[in-house]
Nanobody
Framework: QVQLVESGGGLVQAGGSLRLSCAAS?????????RGWFRQAPGKEREFVGA????????MYADSLRGRVTISRNNAKNTVYVQMNSLIPEDTGVYYC???????????????WGQGTQVTVSS
C-alpha cells in the first residue's frame, strides 16, 4: 500500500512558477512505482500532466504542457516533484500525484492517488 501527500500548491500570478511535491509512504519501496501527475480544473475531467519512470531517467508530458513543466523524483526521499513555469490562468485546478506500475498517461492505470493540492493562477 502506498500513501501519497501533495504539497506546494497556492495562489500565483500569471507568468509565475510553482513547484509541487508529493511524498510517499507505505510498506513498499517507493522506487517500485511509476509516478504521475494529473490535474482537474473546475467542471472538467482529470487530465494528464506528466509522468516519470521508476529510475527517474525518463519522463513524458502532455503536449499542452511540454516545455513548461518538469517532473523529477528523489527515491531516497520518497518524493516526486513537478516544476511548473510560465503559469497561465488555465493551469488553475487541483493537482494530483499518482503511483502505479505502468509508464503511461492514462489515469486509470494508477491505483494510488493523493488528495490533491489546489493551484490557482490569477491573471
Amino acid at each position: 500500500q502506498v500513501q501519497l501527500v501533495e504539497s506546494g500548491g497556492g495562489l500565483v500570478q500569471a507568468g509565475g512558477s510553482l513547484r509541487l511535491s508529493c511524498a510517499a509512504s507505505g510498506r513498499t519501496s517507493f522506487s517500485n512505482y511509476v509516478r504521475g501527475w494529473f490535474r482537474q480544473a473546475p467542471g472538467k475531467e482529470r487530465e494528464f500532466v506528466g509522468a516519470i519512470n521508476r529510475g527517474g531517467d525518463t519522463t513524458m508530458y502532455a503536449d499542452s504542457l511540454r516545455g513548461r513543466v518538469t517532473i523529477s523524483r528523489n527515491n531516497a526521499k520518497n518524493t516526486v516533484y513537478v516544476q511548473m513555469n510560465s503559469l497561465i490562468p488555465e493551469d488553475t485546478g487541483v493537482y494530483y500525484c499518482a503511483a502505479g506500475g505502468t509508464f503511461t498517461g492514462i489515469a486509470t492505470s494508477y491505483p494510488y492517488w493523493g488528495q490533491g493540492t489546489q493551484v490557482t493562477v490569477s491573471s
